[in-house]
């Protein structure tokens, strides 16, 4: 059986309220589970004690049956020093978006035709004053 360290929603409408639990990755997000290991409240300030409470010991114990912790639990682990610290990869996350990168395409052309411009007239003030002797 393939088991998860996931959160499962509860709480009201725009109100989210999650538990930690240990599920069987089949079923459902806030169906039946296995376990409920902990509980975590994205309201309560980031600095706060009661925003994520977790029984470390029955999540260990799940750790070392297989359960994998989906990525949003990971980090929780990794905050509390359960799990080590893994290296996260998203090359496309300093990348521009497509029309970020079309207008700096389009600013890029508007300072080369500048450019362009202002060497122009100094080019040609040089070509029609002969030189005077």
């Not at 499962?8 to 009201?12: E, H, I, L, N, T």
């Not at 980090?75 to 990794?78: A, D, K, M, P, S």
């Given at each position: 059986m393939a088991m998860k360290i996931r959160l499962?929603?509860?709480?009201?409408k725009k109100r989210p309220f999650y538990a930690i639990v240990a599920a069987d990755s089949r079923m459902p997000r806030d169906g039946r589970f296995i376990e409920k290991l902990g509980t975590y409240n994205p309201l309560l300030a980031k600095d706060s004690e009661d925003r994520i409470r977790m029984d470390v010991e029955r999540v260990k114990h799940w750790l070392a049956q297989g359960a994998q912790p989906t990525d949003r639990v990971a980090?929780?682990?990794?905050a509390a020093g359960v799990v080590a610290k893994?290296?996260?990869?998203?090359?496309k996350k300093a990348e521009p978006g497509k029309q970020a990168k079309e207008r700096a395409a389009e600013k890029a052309a508007k300072a080369a035709a500048a450019a362009e411009a202002a060497a122009a007239p100094a080019e040609a003030d040089a070509i029609e004053q002969p030189a005077t002797e």
């Open positions: 499962a929603r509860g709480g009201s980090r929780f682990l990794e893994t290296q996260r990869n998203n090359p």
